[in-house]
């Protein structure tokens, strides 16, 4: 019975139909065999223990059949292997598969016929389950591969079909890999002037040159091209396949065709998840996104960049930039596709253009991945050793320069107009237009927009760019206070004071210089410095006395200093007593509730890399690292999800434990006793703990008084002992608040600002801003605006916190004129 279903079966009217026959004819007993094994197997009962006997049988059936195909030689062997794929199904009656036996039989047998290859194949395609699919077409290949290049020509059609079905199934990607390189070498041989069917993605607007080039003008050199493209398997190929990258590129006279394939990935068309499918098997056809490029077809787009990165023309670091920010920088509205991300990334190291560097700055600013973040830092480490230099001071002479003046400027003539680029501050950046008659404006002119709009949309991305160089500059110095770095002074002017963009940035900052005598002088900003300097580092205040830092403090005050980022007034951690206690971490910020959303965001803008908390399996564990000095040291704070705290997916609220340190040893990160953090590093560290906490508890949440879960917590957080960050705020409040009109009103008192008002008195918070009312100590709930800034004082630096502290003194100094119901409700409660 099971012999003749296999026999009827069999017949697909393909010119093959005899071949199967006579197989299943040579091999009628191991067919026998087969079926007694699935009658045996359909009779186990149910019950457990009246299966033994049953087992027992089946166990000598599978014997019998193991002990015919070892006796099987040659042509029975063959027509065993044959048998074995004919009979492998997966439906109903169950799961058949006989890979194991088909393995053993394809590593000793030979004298295949095209026929009988073509087959395997052909039955191979017939499976419809990817996985088994890519199993028996392995096995038809091992039967290819054993023919004569007559045989392996004969079967070229199924290997094409075989092709496209492999190119249209979701196999495993390292299967993928393997079967497509075996498939294209035998291609290749078979036809070398015909580029294998399915290699070249039918839709994609990126393929399109390669794909007209393939259907106009087949070539061997072309082909050969294709199969090498797409054999690029890893992010960085070796310099033999580079070698012969270019080799096969001029060959096929396709410099011009992967030049157009780059464009069109940075810059083209994506691809539609609703048009073209899902691109990747684990999002389904259902969710709708863009993306590239498919995931069977990534190795040959990667290989493409490559292409193009090697024959470069003038537009190719551009594109390389953007095809990396597009695959795998933020907020470009495309699915992350982090090999092709990685290969632009690495392709931009390679280029002999002086622009890449520029480009790899710019990517080093935006791109937050984790995993790109470290193909930046080899890519870095790439370019610098090309060029004799470290890969920090790469990154400093990489920063561009947009065509600035030293003054960070740049007018242009423009339609009888002067128009003016300037960066005017540490966020800053403003296009200014002066009129034929001498006016100002910040808007450009009618006449502007009307008669030269071109020119205008890129002055306006000029503005946009050097924006963003200011943003990724500002962060980079701020992240050298905990480098501990020096500069010889000429390269410190060369690449520091008189850049203008950093130029911006750095004569805003206090600066240590060393004399001759090796001794270190701390000079104002902008200031000149005395005599001829050696060398020259940032201040920081961890290295300075207690009298020096008022001094700097009350000067960046009274002379209305503000500096790009909080320097003067920067806090200062230093091991306590406890940590000490504790030697390998510290419990200084544990135990407090934090908004997790909020608190993973800001791990992000940080440039901290954390694991997501979530109801999975690791989920539960948080452990963000941020790195400080210049990468040899990592802090990581530890935090898990609220017990009994669920949201849809990931938890609403987190809790906070331990901070721990590691230092870089080679390749790996090895952790040390708080007493080895260098000052600076443990410092720098703190203070971003501490950000986090003040910023992401739900201390600072000025609703969570309506809430009953965790009353407790907010109660105590909310008005506890102030933290570095807070202390820094009470000082620079010290010395602000004798400056403004409404000094009378308000004093310092331990942890709070106390501001008389006509009603009542109030203290505020200096950490959380949160509101007591006297004389009963009644929580007074005021919720911001949303509004930065109180625009009545000046601040040496820029503190949200501490703008809302003020915003707050100067509304209940006057509370006499607050109109808002919800506050005089609450104000009336305790009158």
């Known amino acids: 019975m099971f012999f003749d279903d296999l026999v009827t079966d069999s017949h697909r009217d393909d010119g093959l139909d005899g071949v199967r026959v006579a197989a299943l004819g040579r091999g009628r007993v191991l067919v026998g065999l087969l079926a007694r094994e699935r009658e045996a197997h359909a009779a186990l009962p149910a019950d457990w223990h009246g299966r033994a006997g049953h087992e027992a049988s089946l166990g000598r059936i599978r014997v019998e059949i193991g002990s015919w195909l070892a006796a099987a030689l040659d042509e029975d062997g063959r027509a065993a292997a044959v048998c074995l794929m004919l009979a492998a199904s997966f439906g109903a009656d169950g799961f058949w598969d006989y890979d194991a036996e088909i393995d053993g039989l394809m590593k000793r047998l030979d004298g295949w016929s095209g026929d009988e290859a073509a087959v395997l194949l052909l039955r191979a395609c017939e499976y419809d389950m990817d996985h088994w699919f890519a199993r028996g077409l392995s096995a038809a290949l091992g039967a290819v591969e054993r023919l004569d290049a007559d045989g392996r020509a004969a079967v070229a059609p199924w290997l094409r079909h075989a ?53 106009s003008a087949p ?88 292409a193009a990165a090697l024959t470069e023309t003038p537009a190719t670091v551009r594109q390389l930039g953007a095809l990396a920010l597009r695959a795998g920088g933020p907020g470009s509205g495309m699915r992350e596709d982090l ?183 701390a000079v104002a900003p902008g200031a000149v410095p005395p ?100 990468g040899r040291w990592r802090a990581c704070f530890h935090h898990e999800p609220v017990p009994g705290d669920h949201g849809h997916y990931s938890p609403d609220h987190a809790a906070t434990d331990q901070v721990r340190f590691e230092r870089r040893s080679g390749r790996r990160w090895q952790e040390v006793p708080l007493a080895e953090v260098p000052p600076l590093v443990f410092s720098e560290a703190m203070r971003d703990v501490d950000l986090f906490v003040a910023v992401t508890s739900i201390a600072a949440d000025p609703d969570w008084t309506d809430r009953g879960p965790r009353r407790a917590y907010w109660e105590r957080a909310g008005f506890a002992e102030l933290t570095g960050s807070a202390e820094s705020r009470r000082d620079a409040l010290s010395r602000i608040l004798p400056r403004l009109k409404i000094a009378d009103r308000c004093t310092l008192h331990g942890r709070f600002l106390v501001v008389r008002g006509d009603l009542r008195t109030y203290r505020i918070h200096l950490g959380s801003a949160n509101i007591l009312m006297e004389p009963d100590d009644s929580y007074l709930c005021i919720v911001p605006s949303g509004r930065t800034g109180t625009g009545k004082a000046f601040l040496p630096f820029e503190d949200d916190r501490l703008s809302l502290i003020l915003s707050k003194a100067f509304l209940l100094a006057a509370d006499r004129a607050i109109t808002d119901e919800t506050i005089l409700a609450q104000l009336a409660r305790g009158a």
């Open 163 to 215: 092709q496209a079905h492999l190119a249209k199934g979701q196999v495993g990607a390292r299967e993928r890999r393997s079967l497509t390189k075996r498939l294209t070498g035998l291609l290749g041989e078979a036809d070398e002037a015909v580029v294998p069917a399915g290699l070249i993605p039918a839709h994609a607007p990126w393929a399109a040159p390669l794909r007209e080039r393939a259907e």
């Open 339 to 521: 090999k092709l991300a990685g290969a632009a990334i690495n392709a931009l190291a390679e280029v002999e253009d002086p622009a890449a560097l520029e480009e790899l700055w710019r990517l080093g600013s935006r791109i937050k991945h984790r995993a790109l973040r470290k193909q930046l830092d080899t890519a870095v480490v790439t370019a610098a050793g090309r060029q004799g230099i470290t890969p920090e001071q790469l990154v400093e002479r990489s920063v561009p320069r947009h065509g600035l003046a030293a003054d960070g400027s740049l007018e242009r003539g423009l339609g009888g107009h002067r128009v003016r680029l300037a960066i005017e501050d540490a966020a800053t950046v403003r296009l200014t237009f002066t009129h034929p008659d001498g006016r100002t404006s910040r808007t450009a002119p009618a006449a502007l927009k009307d008669g030269h709009p071109e020119e205008l949309a890129d002055l306006r991305s000029l503005a946009k760019a050097v924006r963003s160089t200011l943003s990724g500059e500002r962060a980079r110095v701020e992240a050298l206070m905990s480098a501990g770095r020096e500069w010889p002074y000429d390269e410190w002017c060369a690449h520091y004071r008189d850049h203008p963009v950093t130029g911006v940035l750095v004569r805003g900052l206090i600066l240590e210089y060393r004399d001759a005598a090796g001794d270190w002088h």
């Open 531 to 630: 005599g001829e300097p050696a060398r020259v580092r940032l201040w920081h205040p961890v290295r300075a006395s207690v009298e020096e830092i008022g001094r700097w403090r009350e000067r960046m005050v009274v002379d209305r200093l503000r500096q790009p980022f909080k320097q003067a007034f920067r806090e200062i951690y230093l091991l306590t007593p406890a940590e000490e206690r504790t030697r390998g971490y510290s419990n200084r910020y544990a135990a407090h509730i934090v908004h997790y959303q909020r608190l993973y965001a800001l791990f992000k803008e940080r440039g901290w890399q954390s694991n997501y908390l979530g109801s999975y399996d690791g989920g539960y564990d948080g452990r963000a690292r941020g790195e400080f000095g210049d």
């Open 219 to 306: 070539s061997r050199g072309l082909a050969h091209l294709v199969q090498h493209l797409a054999a690029l398997a890893g992010p960085r190929p070796t310099q033999r396949w580079r070698r012969t990258c270019v080799e096969a590129v001029d060959a096929a006279a396709a410099r011009g065709t992967v030049a157009e394939m780059l464009e069109a990935l940075a810059e083209g068309d994506p691809l539609c998840s609703r048009e073209a499918g899902a691109g990747t098997a684990w999002i389904g056809d259902g969710y709708h996104y863009h993306y590239l490029a498919h995931d069977r077809d990534t190795d040959l787009a990667r290989g493409a960049v490559w």
